[in-house]
């Protein structure tokens, strides 16, 4: 058994302790430092939202939690990390003392990231004694949905640090963008802060309220950027001309005096005093638990409907999915495990509950768990052969809401010739029976789209797991 890797959280703040969630979550051990007495409670909170959120975006289980130890010191927090993240406040001067300070304790081989939003990793290498450990990871909120991480080296970090930065940045499920030279706020940030100082100066000039913007935002460019981003959207845009007709036809009203783009408005008394009035509003019949949990939830439904279709963001979960979606070895006389997961936000329904529907989703992907252990997966499908449901009959037990574990559990009652039957059970975490079903499976040639044998390794492998089962009985549909 591989030993579990550590990382080392300084500051646990939103940031820090979305970071600390995010590798956590993702069976890391987590060691934190944070002068702040309440950092255990804030952290507590941050955990409780990333504890429900994060495993609803994949089919599986994620792998067990690791171990959270809150340190006294920040020498205690950083010994024998192999990732350590900085995510102190916006002050180079504190930036300074605290990655001096972690070059003093820390492993040599740790990468140290630093969550800046904007210094550069030149600017935080200054005067250490290991500058080359030291880089930009600079993450989005909240870190343990959001998946982009900008990696900013600079000269002096090594090719090969980097790649262990990537390399260990994918394992949990992010995003690493790694930016090829140094700027003030990176990438992502000065594209916000374009939208930011926009949107400063409508609230200021009268001509837009908060809420105006935000509408502008969520039922326009937003819904778009989430899949395409600016250019390839606006490439669309140009038509079956393309990006070149877009850029003429649209390219002269950017001498036009539309924006304020490089004026900031004083950030007055009053002007404060309007932005949070509107603010207050628009959403302060709402605590920052509640938009919190209203966020996640909306990112996860997103999240997934881009998962299904495999697009923009789907990839990257789809990808991370399989580097976690390890079942041990089915035992001989036992029933399968086919299913461990959390139930997602997107199939419950308007009681608050799991659809009926989705009832037979999991029963239906608990059978393919089936057909992938016996070799008719995905390579057995594009070599022109399947498996077709032609009947399922599922007795509802029990309510599950989102956030649920669930697993379930697959006996074969049938495997001989084109017919595959399977019994399954549907069970809580806490044991509780939920929902049975029974489905039938024939085989067919997707050229034909006709029943036929399976071949002969897929044969093989199903009577040999049905005769395994053949001493367990089907489960009882009313329990």
């Known amino acids: 058994m591989t030993a579990r890797r550590k990382a080392a959280i300084l500051g646990g703040g939103v940031i820090g302790g979305g970071w600390l969630a995010r590798f956590l979550l993702n069976g890391w051990d987590v060691a934190v430092y944070d002068p702040d007495p309440q950092a255990e409670r804030k952290i507590g909170e941050v955990l409780v939202n990333a504890r429900r959120a994060l495993p609803m975006l994949y089919e599986v289980r994620l792998p067990e939690e690791g171990r959270l130890l809150f340190c006294d010191t920040l020498a205690e927090a ?3 990390a192999d990732w350590i993240q900085e995510s102190a406040p916006e002050r180079l001067d504190l930036k300074h003392t605290i990655l001096a300070d972690i070059g003093r304790h820390a492993p040599e081989t740790a990468i140290v990231g630093s969550s800046t939003s904007g210094f550069m990793p030149s600017q935080l290498q200054e005067g250490l004694d290991r500058p080359g450990a030291v880089l930009v990871a600079h993450p989005f909120n909240p870190v343990y949905l959001l998946p982009l991480v ?3 080296p600079s000269t002096r970090n090594s090719a090969g640090s980097v790649e262990r930065a990537v390399e260990m940045l994918r394992s949990i499920g992010m995003f690493p963008l790694v930016i090829g030279k140094e700027i003030d706020a990176h990438i992502a940030d000065r594209l916000l802060e374009a939208v930011w100082r926009e949107a400063l100066w409508l609230v200021k000039d009268g001509m837009a309220t908060t809420g ?3 509408d502008a935002i969520r039922y326009g460019f937003g819904l778009r950027w989430a899949q395409m981003g600016l250019f390839e959207t606006y490439r669309i845009a140009g038509g079956e001309a393309g990006m070149k007709h877009f850029l003429a036809q649209f390219g002269p009203a950017l001498q036009w005096p539309w924006t304020k ?3 900031v408005p004083d950030l007055t008394a009053e002007l404060v005093d309007t932005i949070a009035a509107q603010s207050d509003a628009q959403s302060g019949h709402m605590t920052i638990r509640e938009l919190e949990r209203l966020r996640d939830d909306n990112l996860v439904a ?5 998962k299904g279709r495999n697009a923009a963001v789907g990839v990257l979960l789809d990808a991370h999915e399989k580097t976690i979606a390890q079942r041990g070895a089915p035992q001989a006389g036992e029933p399968l495990e086919t299913i461990a997961r959390i139930v997602p936000v997107d199939w419950t329904d308007y009681n608050g509950h799991m659809n009926e529907s989705r009832y037979g989703q999991v029963f239906s992907d608990a059978a393919d768990a089936v057909l992938a252990l016996i070799g008719a997966g995905e390579d057995y499908v594009a070599a022109g ?7 399922t009959s599922i007795k509802y037990l029990a309510e599950l809401h989102a956030g649920a574990l669930i697993r379930v559990e697959t006996v074969v009652t049938e495997g001989a010739g084109k017919k595959l039957r399977l019994s399954h059970r549907l069970l809580g975490a806490d044991g509780t029976v939920h929902a049975t079903g029974d489905q039938l499976l024939i085989h067919v040639s997707l050229e034909t789209r006709r029943a036929c044998e399976p ?3 897929v044969r093989d492998a199903l009577e040999t797991l049905a005769t395994s089962h053949s001493i ?8």
């Open 385 to 391: 052969f399947s498996f077709f449901t032609v009947e």
């Open 212 to 214: 105006e913007i935000d």
């Open 302 to 306: 997103e999240m997934r409907a881009l």
């Open 150 to 152: 900008e990696v900013v």
């Open 261 to 263: 783009l490089m004026d």
């Open 472 to 479: 367990l009985r089907p489960y009882d549909p009313g329990r």
């Open 78 to 80: 950083v010994a024998d």
């Open 455 to 457: 071949s002969g390794a």
